[in-house]
């Protein structure tokens, strides 16, 4: 029986890996940590851990807004046609959002010499590329996701360098990278196109999925997130495939379970997107069979409008430790500006924002 209606489980998802997102950007402008949290050699085990559960919030939004775009055509009986021109508009909209508003709140000011590409501008692209896939057979569709997050591994012994003037595409496509766009002028893709169009696809092709009734979209669930950390078990365990970095073992248990989860972000390596993944499909699980209770209302305001929390949240945060550095009340602030941001006062209409 096909299930028409909002799904609460995809928008509680959704408010979660927000709440994560929101908490890792304050770590970003308060900590005074000169390392990355994931550096083994430096980091401790709370930092470590705080760092990589936000990993859970780029592969749930991409992977989430895929499955998002295939249900509006049910929910909203959208042509493919009419998909696409959404998508495209969309997807190009975001892009914009990346450069001015997105890249303002980060930096606070207008200075274009330097400029970003993150998440809001690879979700961007991606819904620009979904938008061209959703014509072809469903198979081909799938057969694209699968290949692109599973295969895409194999070809990290390029470089850049290796494609002479077309460096840049391949840098935009799968490399992490600095693109010279004319003299005195930077972009820094931080979030190479591939595999994220994948993951998006991947969502598009899983969306029948949650047309199921909630019995069967529950039991789905769960076997595809067990499905998913077996197959992580297995790859990343036998170092055989699936990231360029091996793991080894550390000086203790708990550092090299470390190491094993450590997984490398960019461009997101199969391994890093199957345990995010699964957590993700365990956790969907979990929230279609239990109630949150307090918890329920504060996630689902942030996941029924993920882009104006996105859009508020960093100049938020960024204004209080400016704050916090003139008034120096440092802690205090920090905390009143995570309040703020997780224990909204404002009541918002349930809207489909899919």
Known sequence: MLDFRRLESIDLMRGLVMVLMALDHTRDFFSD?????????KTSAGLFITRWITHLCAPTFVFLTGASAYLSTIRRNLSKRQLAGYLVTRGLWLVILEL?????????????HVLFG????????????????IFLPRWVIAGFAIVSIAGHNVLDFLRPDDFGGLTWLWTVRHVPGRIELMPGYSFYVDYPLIPWLGVMVAGYSFGPIFLRSAISRRALLFQFGIGCIGIFLLLRLSNIYGDP???QAQQDPLFTVFAVLNCEKYPPSLSY???????????????????????????LIFGRVPLFFYLAHLPLI???RLLSHISGGYRLIGCLAVAVMLFPTYQHRNTDLT
């Open 33 to 41: 940590a000169l390392f990355s949290p994931t550096d083994l050699s």
């Open 100 to 112: 001015t508003l997105v890249r303002f709140g980060w930096l606070f000011n207008w200075d274009y």
């Open 118 to 133: 993150q998440v809001i501008w690879a979700l961007g692209w991606s819904m620009v590329g979904l938008s061209w896939l």
């Open 245 to 247: 970095e091996p793991w």
């Open 273 to 299: 997107l199957l345990v995010t993944i699964s957590i993700m499909m365990l956790l969907l699980s979990l929230f279609e069979g239990f109630n949150l209770l307090l918890l329920r209302e504060p996630l």
């Open 318 to 320: 960024h204004g209080t």
